[in-house]
Each structure stands twice: as structure tokens, then as C-alpha cells.
T-cell receptor, first 108, second 113 residues
Framework: AQRVTQPEKLLSVFKGAPVELKCNYS??????LFWYVQYSRQRLQLLLR??SRESIKGFTADLNKGETSFHLKKPFAQEEDSAMYYC??????????FGSGTQLTVLP | DVKVTQSSRYLVKRTGEKVFLECVQD?????MFWYRQDPGLGLRLIYF???????EKGDIPEGYSVSREKKERFSLILESASTNQTSMYLC????????????FGSGTRLTVV
């Protein structure tokens, strides 16, 4: 079975501060990991995926197989980063398994 | 740009009613999915489909069924709506084999009274 855990339901940081959203997973094989974001009144959208090793809107995420983690990081948070963030995983099957989400609030 | 359209943004139904939620995508994606989104629980997979007339149960299929008669349309059916099915329902699609991630619809907020 595959599982994704996001331990923080709510996270608040001040503008300009670093932010890290935690994601841990359990899966016996080689997973593909994703971060999705949902801004207020918008649809859920893909933020980044680990196979691309990309930086989107200043966010990065590194897959750590030893710690089974895929934490999302940004060095300087902006108010427009306030949103709900979901970590997600696919294994041998194509369907995504999502975590419970973290609501990020960036304070002015 | 892929569009995934869910026919209703808000629905209010009575307990026991049969409810149809419709989802249409316009980019010839093979894979389609239905999730429900609840606070504190995240997204949970109800059903998915990798081809026309094909369906597979997700993690929480009880009380739901689906229909995929055409490639672009994936319908979620609540056979007899109950109050615990009050939720936000999200449809998503994906191009098979690309690993590109899902494209989501804007969601249907269903309230069962």
C-alpha cells in the first residue's frame, strides 16, 4: 500500500521568511512524487514533480529515499504563496495518492 | 491548454436521490479520475478509468458508481445520496504514459440534506 503523510495541517510564516512544508511517504518501490497547490477559489494544479528537478515559483523539493521524504521548500515566502498544498505519490499504478494537505499562510 | 469541465459548481440534493456528476475533458486523455476532497482528509480516490467502458474502484467506492461511455466524459453516480456524501468532488484527467500529472476540474460542491 502507498501512503502520504503531511504532518502539519496549518503553517504560518512571515513574508520573507523561509518555508518548508513536510511530506513523508511509504511505498516499497520507486515512487513518483508531486506537489499540487490550490489557491483560494482556484482549481487544484500541479506545482512540481520530482522527476523534473525543477524550481517553480521559487519552490523546490528533493526526494530523499533514505528518509522517504519529499519536503517542499522556498527560501523567501511571499504573500501570494498562501494556499493549500498537497503532496502526492504514484507507484506501479498510475493513480495518485494524496496527503491530507497543509494550509500555508504567509503573513505580511 | 487542457480543460476539464465539471457541469455543476454547486448542487443541493435530498437524501435518497440519485445524483449524477458530470466531467468532460477536451484533450483526448485516456485516464480520468474522481476524488472527493474533505478538510483534514485531503483527496480520496473514488473511481478511475483508463479507457472507454473501463472502470476501477479506488479507495472509497462504496455508495458510488461511474460511467465512461465516451473517452471525453466520465460520470460519477451516487445511487442513493446520503448526508455523509456531502463533499467537494473533483474530476481529473491525465494523458496516459506521460507522467505529466493530473489536470483537475474546478470541482462540484455537493450538499445532501
Amino acid at each position: 500500500a502507498q501512503r502520504v503523510t503531511q504532518p502539519e495541517k496549518l503553517l504560518s510564516v512571515f513574508k520573507g521568511a523561509p518555508v518548508e512544508l513536510k511530506c513523508n511517504y511509504s511505498y516499497s518501490g520507486s515512487p513518483e512524487l508531486f506537489w499540487y497547490v490550490q489557491y483560494s477559489r482556484q482549481r487544484l494544479q500541479l506545482l512540481l514533480r520530482h522527476i523534473s528537478r525543477e524550481s517553480i515559483k521559487g519552490f523546490t523539493a528533493d526526494l530523499n529515499k533514505g528518509e522517504t521524504s519529499f519536503h517542499l521548500k522556498k527560501p523567501f515566502a511571499q504573500e501570494e504563496d498562501s494556499a493549500m498544498y498537497y503532496c502526492a505519490l504514484t507507484g506501479s499504478a498510475r493513480q495518485l495518492t494524496f496527503g491530507s494537505g497543509t494550509q500555508l499562510t504567509v503573513l505580511p | 491548454d487542457v480543460k476539464v469541465t465539471q457541469s455543476s459548481r454547486y448542487l443541493v440534493k435530498r437524501t435518497g436521490e440519485k445524483v449524477f456528476l458530470e466531467c468532460v475533458q477536451d484533450m483526448d486523455h485516456e485516464n480520468m479520475f474522481w476524488y472527493r476532497q474533505d478538510p483534514g482528509l485531503g483527496l480520496r480516490l473514488i473511481y478511475f478509468s483508463y479507457d472507454v467502458k473501463m472502470k476501477e474502484k479506488g479507495d472509497i467506492p462504496e455508495g458510488y458508481s461511474v460511467s465512461r461511455e465516451k473517452k471525453e466524459r466520465f460520470s460519477l453516480i451516487l445511487e442513493s445520496a446520503s448526508t455523509n456524501q456531502t463533499s467537494m468532488y473533483l474530476c481529473a484527467s491525465e494523458l496516459a504514459g506521460q507522467g505529466a500529472g493530473y489536470t483537475f476540474g474546478s470541482g462540484t460542491r455537493l450538499t445532501v440534506v
